[in-house]
């Protein structure tokens, strides 16, 4: 399943509410959708200006989401939720994402390695009261993320020069740009 917007995205975020993830050897699972909140704003706190890793903390728990359902384990979730947000979020994202549930002897780069750390502490770290915010607040830093992975092309837009070019081929005769033409 790959994810086309925002929206959908979100949507899927939402569903995660109430969902326990799998146990740890540290005690029970924990609510997917506050862990998920928790990593995202301790990698903001740390990190505040990498705007990519700390979407990576939001939505690398998506995974046993998607799919039919089968249990699955932690790296087949990971590759799922990895693969549903690369055309969306970008290949860093997917990859931080894919990256984050290797084995603990795999070499990791120190992005890997900052999610990690904040998704082992989310489980078991209380921030203060207010300190994850909630889930729309996360929404823009999605359209960001978002915006600057997509392709024109792909996503419908397409740049004045290029509908000014493809009207100059279909009409030789037109030598001013369009926003220079006076229509009367």
């Known amino acids: 399943m790959e994810l086309r917007s925002v929206e959908a995205l979100m949507n899927l975020l939402y569903a995660c509410r109430g969902t326990v993830t799998a146990p740890d050897g540290h005690g029970g699972g924990v609510d997917a959708h506050e862990h998920a909140l928790r990593t ?4 903001r706190r740390r990190h505040p200006a990498d705007k990519e890793l700390q979407v990576a903390g939001l939505v690398q728990g998506i995974g046993p989401m998607l799919g039919t359902g089968t249990r699955r384990d932690a790296k087949e979730s990971a590759a799922l939720a ?3 947000v690369r055309g969306l979020l970008g290949e860093r994202v997917s990859r931080l994402v894919r990256q984050h549930t290797a084995a603990p002897g795999h070499l990791l780069d120190e992005d890997a390695l900052s999610l990690r750390q ?13 300190g994850v915010g909630v889930l729309e607040d996360w929404r823009t830093v999605l359209e960001l993320v978002a915006a600057r992975n997509s392709r024109p092309a792909e996503s419908g837009w397409r740049d004045v020069r290029d509908v000014w070019y493809e009207r100059c081929r279909l009409r030789p005769d037109r030598r001013a740009h369009p926003a220079q033409t006076v229509h009367r």
């Open 82 to 84: 990895a693969e549903a």
């Open 40 to 43: 995202a704003a301790l990698l």
């Open 118 to 130: 904040a998704a082992e502490e989310a489980r078991t770290h209380a921030l203060c009261a207010g």
